[in-house]
């Protein structure tokens, strides 16, 4: 690196950047790189629309390699990350230019290098990101050939030509980086070893027993879906850098690009301890993957997904996100086996771990669109409710595994059903649409007759309860985790994998069917009707060339005013809906606090109820957490109840249907004023602005599936003991207390249940009181963010009228100025870019028409 290249205007930029005073010699080499680091990974992040959690924790975890928690460096490096963001210097390219001159052509390849992994994160690089990084490349002097060797090496496609390789690897020698610091050194290394890396010796590819064809299948059909979206967002861009389509048209088509973009199909699988989740999961991924033992061994969630290779990262309780070495998964997945031998569960509640993240190229379940969570054994821990709400949150299919040998517990039928709760919305009897219940170790089941009685005794269960759908036709099976790995895992077949594949296929059937088609019509109708609005506002840009809308002084006057009025809607609906939020706010703390004076003896009635049956003596911890959890049941019931009555049906519903009934008022009004100028000019703006309203959809239905199955799944009570976590904490107040009791005072059995219970249900309820408050704000936001989303709605359509009026007027002046000859060639552009809409438009009904076949096969 040449320090002697670092300019006034790179000094005066990260001055800017870092709101700090810093001159020239502040700028050594590491803080140089670093500043064009974290340039072009935001840059990557930001240039696709799609900024999600994951990619900003890898940006985080990219950048805290170069520096100490502690250190200058890094507090420097928080100040650049905002302000190159807030400044957006990622978009500009004389200033990424003055950043880069002094590092040598060795230092631009590795930072570029950076941009693809960043890319490359999920194991393909998105197009626009792809596009930024080749403009990046070119800007630096990067050749194209060297660009394309990155590409392929991350994304592990494509042939590279052997000498361009050499070339690379020569640039990236550590030697070239001994003036930044060792560990740039590494960084060098660390990229040098990605682009050299041969696949794994033991990958799923290689077991020819296992396979996902369809949900391959799907995803394919799924790329070519984004490959048609990003068609039509480049063609409607290129039309409103010429003032032919509103840039909400742009905004549109971006947000279902987002969806499709982040699709992916999430599988969770839950069940009690010690039944076999993690042999289960080794034969999905075909790869012995999980920590498997006779004891429970799972003590954390964990997330497995694609990547670009096998790493592991570590998502903490206080926000920490870091990248741990692969040798350390099984143990930070595992709680401790002390813990597990002892039955202390605890553990898991005392774990400063959220979540585990594994990332590998090869496993084909998540190579095929499949990101699969691992939950720990759910029958011990008091905090269940909130763990399998945690998990359970956006998943799209849910295995709940059970033990032929040991059947339908008391405990096993009650936690099945709290399962089913969160997947339904937490309705009694209605079934379960994505649950699947798998009995494994049927190979320990030698007679046909005690076979049978095990199918019985579970069919019988699903059909009283209503808990699946169909009665579990499709959804309930029967296998040999352990039989079938190892068939898998020797490339044989055995009457087990047979069964295991009647299981993957109707797994891979409701995916892809009942999920993912019916997900891709739904965003091929989205794509249509903005590939429509791009042809209606094409159509609408030719006539206005060819004269055939032409505005009169009065006409364009009647248009901004048109725009102020729509403008003046805007205020009206804001300032109402404050209004009526403060309102409901002030009912909801009102109702809140009357429900809570009552609490105390509401719950104490059902103390009686509780009942657990093991021993005070010699079964301490199963007991009192047995009775933490009907505790935890009888408040969150209590919470539902006050939700449901009161929240939503006396408070809340009410002033949103006022709030509803005014809104439409006004964009009805606001659709009927474009009428008229639709009529006087030719435009179909009433038509686009109906769309609109349409989307907006039931929005009192949306409101309550926001607070029952979005931000609160499973219940509203679920979701507000979910944020306390109250499991743990009385856990550890009331433990000892059952031997205490006995030596001390000479109580009998039934004595002690209930001093057991007495202390449960005091402790909780003082738990509870202390969070009374965090409570109420917690209740207080949802409601304001409901209030919000319904106004961010109607504002939409309101920007969406200006835009069009806006618009309008601007064609009109471009038509006015220019000559006959550029009227002509605009025509023809806009003649180019309506046949490229129309053979989208094909393409997308070859889609839908896959969708409806595959739907019927």
């Known amino acids: 690196m040449d320090t002697s290249l670092v300019s006034s205007q790179a000094v005066e930029l990260l001055s800017q950047i870092t709101g700090q005073k810093l001159t020239q010699k502040n700028l050594t080499p590491p803080v140089i790189f670093l500043a064009n680091l974290v340039t072009v990974l935001l840059g990557v992040i930001f240039v696709d629309g799609i900024v999600a959690e994951s990619e900003k924790q890898r940006l985080l975890t990219t950048l805290y390699r170069f520096s100490n928690p502690e250190s200058d460096v890094r507090k420097l490096t928080h100040l650049m990350i905002k302000g190159v963001k807030d400044n957006q210097v990622y978009k500009q390219v004389n200033s990424l230019l003055a950043l880069a001159a002094p590092l040598s052509e060795s230092e631009k390849l590795l930072l570029i290098s950076f941009g693809y992994e960043m890319s490359a994160a999920n194991g393909e690089i998105d197009p626009h990101e792809k596009k930024y990084l080749e403009m990046i490349g070119n800007q630096l002097g990067i050749k194209p050939q060297h660009l394309a060797i990155l590409e392929a090496a991350f994304i592990h496609q494509g042939s590279v030509e052997f000498a361009v390789l050499n070339e690379v690897n020569f640039l990236l020698n550590n030697a070239r980086f001994q003036q930044l610091d060792n560990i740039f050194v590494k960084a060098a290394n660390d990229i040098l070893a990605a682009l050299t890396a041969k696949p794994e010796t033991k990958v799923t590819g290689q077991h020819s027993n296992i396979s996902y064809r369809e949900l391959a299948k799907f995803k394919e059909n799924r790329q070519q879906l984004e490959t048609y979206c990003n068609q039509v967002y480049q063609v409607l861009k290129d039309c409103n850098e010429r003032s032919f389509l509103p840039h909400t048209l742009i905004e549109e088509i971006e947000e279902v690009f987002k969806k499709i973009k982040l699709q992916r199909f999430r599988l ?48 903490y309780k206080d926000g920490r996100y870091e990248e741990i070495p692969f040798e350390q998964y099984k143990v930070k997945a595992a709680i401790s086996k002390e813990a597990a031998t002892e039955h202390r569960s605890d553990e898991l509640a005392q774990s400063d771990i959220e979540e585990i993240i594994f990332e590998h190229p090869e496993l084909l379940l998540c190579k095929s669109g499949v990101e699969i969570l691992d939950s720990p ?70 007679e046909e007759e005690d076979r049978q009685d095990v199918r019985q005794r579970l069919e019988s269960f699903i059909k009283n309860k209503n808990l699946l759908i169909s009665n579990g036709e499709h959804r309930v099976h029967y296998i040999s985790a352990k039989a079938s790995l190892k068939a898998i895992l020797n490339n044989r077949d055995n009457e087990y994998l047979k069964t295991f594949h009647t299981f993957t296929q109707s797994l891979e059937k409701f995916l892809t069917i009942e999920r993912g088609y019916l997900q891709n019509k739904q965003f091929v109708n989205k794509i249509n009707d903005r590939i429509q609005a791009g042809l209606d506002g094409l159509r609408q840009a030719k006539d206005t060339l060819d004269g055939n809308i032409k505005l009169s002084e009065a006409g364009k006057l009647e248009i901004l005013e048109q725009i102020g009025e729509a403008s003046g809607r805007d205020v009206r609906i804001q300032v109402l809906a404050n209004e009526v939020r403060d309102l409901a706010l002030e009912e909801a703390n009102e109702s809140w606090h009357e429900w809570i004076e009552g609490l105390i003896e509401r719950l104490a009635n059902k103390l009686e109820h509780w009942t657990s049956s093991h021993n005070p003596i010699f079964s301490q911890q199963q007991l009192r957490q047995d009775y933490v959890n009907q505790f935890i049941r009888d408040l969150q019931n209590e919470i539902d109840v006050w939700g449901e009555k009161e929240l939503k049906n006396k408070i809340l519903k009410p002033h949103f249907e006022f709030l509803d009934k005014c809104i439409n008022e006004e964009l009805n009004a606001l659709r009927d004023r474009l009428q008229v100028i639709d009529k006087e000019v030719n435009t179909n703006f009433s038509k686009q602005i109906n769309l609109a309203i349409n989307d907006i959809g039931d929005s009192f239905g949306d409101l309550f599936s926001y607070i029952s199955g979005g931000l609160f799944a ?14 743990g904490p009385i856990m550890w107040a009331v433990t000892g207390v059952g031997a205490a009791i006995a030596g001390a005072l000479g109580f009998g059995m039934s004595g002690i249940h209930d001093q057991i219970k007495l202390k449960v249900f005091k402790t909780g309820c003082e738990k509870f009181a202390k969070s009374t408050e965090q409570l109420t704000d917690k209740i207080g936001e949802t409601i304001g963010l409901v209030f919000d989303n319904r106004i961010e709605a109607a504002v939409k359509v309101i920007e969406k009228a200006i835009c069009l009026c806006e618009n309008l007027l601007e064609q009109q002046e471009k038509a006015h100025n220019e000559t006959l000859e550029q009227r002509e060639a605009e025509k023809m552009w806009i003649y180019q870019k309506r046949q490229e809409l129309e053979q ?17 096969n």
Do not use: W
Request: aromatic share 6%.
């Open 268 to 315: 969770a699988v839950v069940g009690e301890f010690s039944k076999g989740k993690s042999t289960l999961l080794n034969a999905l991924l075909g790869e012995e993957i999980q920590p498997v033992r006779a004891i429970p061994c799972s003590g954390t969630v964990t997330v497995l997904k694609h990547g670009i290779k096998k790493r592991v990262f570590c998502r």
């Open 377 to 446: 054994g759910l029958n011990e821990h008091p905090d269940r409710t909130s763990i399998t709400y945690k998990l359970l949150k956006n998943t799209d299919a849910v295995i709940f595994l059970t033990d032929a040998m040991h059947l339908l517990s008391e405990k096993e039928k009650e936690l099945i059903q709290d399962v089913r709760y969160q997947l339904n919305g937490n309705h009694e009897y209605q079934p379960a649409e994505n649950l699947f219940i798998l009995v494994n170790f049927m190979d320990s089941v030698e």
């Open 714 to 727: 499973g219940g509203l009570g679920a979701g507000l003991l979910m944020l306390l976590g109250l499991g």
């Open 840 to 856: 989208v438009q094909n393409g997308l009904e070859v889609i839908l028409s896959k969708c409806t076949s595959d739907s019927k």
